[in-house]
């Protein structure tokens, strides 16, 4: 059953939305991460926290925007305070929470929308032993540091989980020709990776509590890809264990 726990990071107390497969016993049970979009914690994340348990999987969302105050800021200004460091040790400590389950978790995943896309792209790099796999979805800013140090994309050659993007071709951050660009990097560096493009969609596609941007196709049939992938790199890769 789905639940909100509550975990201290650095002091702060932190807010992770998690949800446990039935029939989660003695075996090992597969785990995946999922990154917030630029909403925080909505409806939208909960919903695929739960669908991840539906599959299989302990799935956990930690809320990363626990440091800053209920001062009412929009979206963009709420985002523009997060700062990769800070990120990292947020993630840190939602894997340590994972592994304290009752249940026995065991190879790792982690997906992100949006702000998340960009966040997990940063992950699969910057904690490269943590993963099995990583999904991006039409992650924007991956090119630019949030802070101090290196951006997203210059730890590229870090990364060795595969990866799965989806983008939409009208979308401007990330556009088409950053895809690109991340695309050619991948594949410079020999890095396993399957990118998928969908005409008619722009920015967060899949996110079916905004009407305007909603496109049901491209999410259900993205949906289903990130779903047969980490059956692939994930389920897979603990039976082949």
Known sequence: MARWDTIQVEGHPM???????????????????????GPGLDRFIEDRVEDLARHGYLA???????????????????????R?????????????????????????????????????????????AAWRAAGVFYGGSIMKPWGDGPAPFDLTRDITSP???????????????????????LTRLGKAHEFH????AGHAFLNFTNAERYRSGPAKDAWE???GFLERHVKGAGRRG
């Open 15 to 37: 807010r992770v939305y998690l949800d446990v497969p039935a029939g989660a016993g003695a075996s090992p049970v597969p785990g995946v991460v999922v990154i917030q979009h």
């Open 60 to 82: 956990v969302a930690p809320d990363l925007y626990h440091r800053q105050p209920d001062d009412g800021a929009d979206m963009m200004a709420r985002i523009g305070r997060l």
């Open 84 to 128: 990769d460091r800070e990120i990292l040790t947020d993630v840190d400590a939602t894997i340590t929470h994972l592994r304290r389950q009752p249940e026995r978790v065991g190879d790792l995943a982690v997906l992100g929308f949006c702000m998340g896309g960009r966040v997990t792209f940063m992950l699969a790099a910057a904690r490269p």
């Open 163 to 185: 990866m799965i993007g989806f983008f939409g071709a009208d979308d401007t951050n990330p556009s088409p020709e950053d895809v690109k660009k991340i695309d050619v990097e």
């Open 197 to 200: 493009m969908y005409d008619g």
């Open 225 to 227: 890809k990130m779903l």
